[in-house]
């Protein structure tokens, strides 16, 4: 991973990225802003994340599947979000992780889209993602699979030397206290200050929601990583951001049982080789063998769907009247 974190320091250098310094509008409403923990950015990390950047080399985001993607590799979103950590005038972002099931449940479930549309960093956990997003002509650079995004993030802050306080919010009774000393014994300056294994239902009952953004936010920690599961973990993120007095909340599913050793990744080899879904399916087939059946159905009928609304917007008779040409990119602001 220090190679990750090499190439973090070489985007920013090249003027890849830069921290955010946009106040996020729900700011106004008189949501809690800010750091919790009242502290300056760390001048290492500062270091890290503080290169300015003309507009044309903001983070881009591109219009697939109904949702909007972040084109950028996990360099950029690794140094992305840690500029969001020191950040003062933002309130709570949200980061998401959609792959292949999640576009499949979008699908089936629209409400959930605009859960997506309002995160604040979409990034594409599945190779299917990236390969289809090349052939729509809308191309993201890279898989940046949740699972590996939160070690990547504990080891840029163990090159440069800066503190990060994480909470975690998900598992089973036990896991995170694993995973709590996995993390620090791995990353030194990495400190887990507090976790919660919520109990079943957990998310319709008031008071105990309630609980866990005290806790949360008597912790003050800088990121928040919720392992609840799709579409819990966003369900529950976009119910209590204006809530939660953390930088940042990422929603990354099973992270905490693989850093916990509950689970076991795929060999790198098999991630290598785009093969990490046969050894999941191999892992857990009761759980994951009817999910991958309706995917494997509904997946290409959906690409198809999405190719055909392509290819309409760029014929001439939709040019003729004004409608798009290719993907109008986003900007997701100043980063």
Known sequence: MNASVETTRQAIHQGGI??????????????????????????????????????????????????????????QAVSRILGWVYDSNACCRIVVTPNVDHVVQLHLRPELKEIYRAADMTLADGWPLVSMSRLFGRPLPERVAGSDLLPELCQACAVSGSPLRLFLLGG???????????????????????HCSPPLGFEGDAAINRSICDQINDAQADLLIVGLGFPKQELWMAAHRSELKVPVALGLGATIDFLAGEQVRAPRWMQRSKLE??????????????????????????????WRDLKRESSPSQQQVGGPQQDPVQQRGSV
């Not at 700011?27 to 760390?42: E, L, V």
């Not at 399916?281 to 959906?302: E, G, H, K, Q």
């Open 18 to 75: 830069a921290p955010t310094s946009e106040t996020n509008p729900r700011c106004a409403s008189g949501d809690p802003c800010g750091h919790p923990s009242g502290r300056s950015p760390d001048p290492q990390t500062q270091s890290i994340t503080s290169t300015p950047v003309q507009d044309d080399a903001r983070l881009k985001s591109h219009t697939l599947w109904s949702i909007p993607i972040d084109a950028v590799t996990m360099p």
């Open 277 to 306: 879904w046969l050894h999941r399916l191999a892992s857990n087939p009761r759980r994951l063998v009817a999910r991958y059946a309706t995917d494997a159905i509904y997946f290409p009928w959906i690409c198809w769907g999405q």
């Open 172 to 194: 089973m009774p036990g896991v995170a206290e694993r995973a709590k000393v996995a993390i620090e014994s791995k990353w030194t300056n990495v400190s887990v200050v507090g």
